[in-house]
């Protein structure tokens, strides 16, 4: 939700710390890097009680998974590598944080509750996958009331009390089920469409989404000896390795 209907503003503010962090020699990766470092050290405060302090590791998370994407432009590094870095370490991030919670829970609330944080987490990660796949087959999926920065915000406000931690997670599990089962609904709406002609393949990057026209690929197999007439080499022949080779390169 945060993210549809405010990242323009939150990009516009954050652009200029990016370019200043890129100034003075770090990296976005770094960022990253340091993040899921400090994403540990919530798991690890709250796991032990301490939830005010976790609640200040969890702004600091929050700082580093904000601002390598600003870092990364500003230094002109963004790519699918750090797209895919970025999104590896959110995972683990969201797994270390919950996996704290758990543990926390084990000591407190005895019980099946303990169960709770891991169904989150499993609703997470088909919310997460959910979108992967629709940009995968050129959908976009965004948008939802429990993305990445609404649960970071819901944890920070569970860890003011232990009293407000299991209502929080509730909350959390029920919003993130919507957030999940609304994507698929949308996904499906569009996937049901015919494709149209101009239909693109999109690519996430740290910083955004990329998107790539099939023309390419097409104007490639109007191309093949099959379109064109050209005969077509026997196997085993020079001039068929020489088109397996080819074939590699596509």
Do not use: N
């Not at 990242?7 to 890129?22: A, F, N, Y």
């Not at 270390?96 to 758990?102: E, T, V």
């Not at 209502?167 to 089920?177: A, C, F, K, N, R």
Request: proline share 4%; charged share 15%.
């Amino acid at each position: 939700m945060f993210d549809g209907r405010w990242r323009d503003t939150v990009d516009r503010g954050t652009g200029p710390v990016g370019r200043k962090l890129q100034q003075v020699g770090i990296s976005a990766d770094v960022l990253t890097a340091t993040g899921l470092v400090s994403a540990g050290a919530t798991a690890v405060a709250v796991a032990t009680g301490h939830l005010h302090l976790a609640i200040l590791l969890l702004i600091l998370t929050g700082l580093h998974d904000l601002l390598d994407g600003p870092v990364a432009k500003a230094s002109g590094t963004s790519s699918v590598r750090g797209a895919f870095f970025d999104s590896v370490t959110d995972r683990v991030s969201d797994a270390l944080i919950l996996g704290g919670i758990a543990w926390c829970l084990v000591s407190t609330h005895p019980g099946h509750l303990v169960l709770l944080p891991f169904a989150i987490l499993g609703v997470t990660s088909l919310v997460s996958y959910q979108r992967a796949k629709a940009e995968s087959l050129g959908i976009s999926a965004k948008g939802g009331l429990m993305e990445r920065a609404e649960r970071m915000i819901l944890l920070g406000i569970g860890f003011l009390s232990a009293a407000f931690l299991v209502p929080v997670l509730w909350v959390m599990l029920v919003l993130t089920s919507t957030t999940a089962a609304g994507r698929f609904v949308k996904v499906w709406r569009l996937a049901e469409a015919p494709a149209p002609a101009s239909a693109r393949r999109v690519r996430r990057t740290r910083t955004g989404v990329r998107a790539s026209s099939r023309s390419a690929a097409r104007s490639a197999a109007g191309s093949s000896p099959a379109a064109t007439g050209r005969p077509v080499a026997r196997p085993g022949s020079e001039s068929a390795g020489k088109l397996a080779v080819r074939g590699e390169c596509v």
